[in-house]
């Protein structure tokens, strides 16, 4: 099993966005991919928490992962389990900022580097999440597309 740690911190106008996730990632032979939310046990309070969106961020980051490991397409599937989401009261975290962390991640673990023009269309992808309602679950789709 190998642990993956990752944080996704970013400044839009003059507001830090950003959060903190960890991840556990070992290959299976189901022929399936497997995500598995295990951050319920926090020993700590995250922004999440104090606002009540930390349900949201486990739904954001599961789907985040479920479509990154689809395109993906690795002939070894993974189980993959969420061990950590987590955001800063002095950071702006939102739904869209937890799901690149854990996209970003499994890149770090397949050991793709993507390209600037591929993160400039993240960047706005978590920016252009601000105008969404807080219970919206992102459509992580959208960054695979040109």
């Known amino acids: 099993m190998e642990v993956i740690k990752y944080k996704y ?7 830090m966005t950003g959060s903190s ?15 598995i939310v295990d951050s319920e046990k926090i020993s700590f309070q995250s922004q999440g928490l104090i606002e009540g969106g930390h349900k949201n961020w486990n739904e954001s980051a ?22 950590k989401l987590e955001g800063r009261i002095f950071l702006d975290t939102n739904n869209a900022s937890i799901g690149i962390s ?40 959208r960054i695979y597309e040109n």
């Open 9 to 15: 911190l970013k400044v839009y106008n003059r507001v």
């Open 21 to 35: 996730i960890e991840l556990a990632i070992e290959t299976n032979n189901t022929g399936i991919n497997h995500v």
């Open 62 to 83: 599961k789907l985040a992962i479920e479509i990154a490991l689809e395109e993906i397409n690795s002939p070894h599937k993974l189980t993959v389990t969420i061990k």
């Open 102 to 141: 854990c996209i970003l991640a499994l890149w770090e673990y397949f050991k793709f580097t993507p390209e600037d023009i591929i993160m400039e269309r993240i960047h706005k992808f978590v920016q252009e999440d601000w105008n969404n309602d807080v219970k919206s679950i992102p459509n992580f789709k």
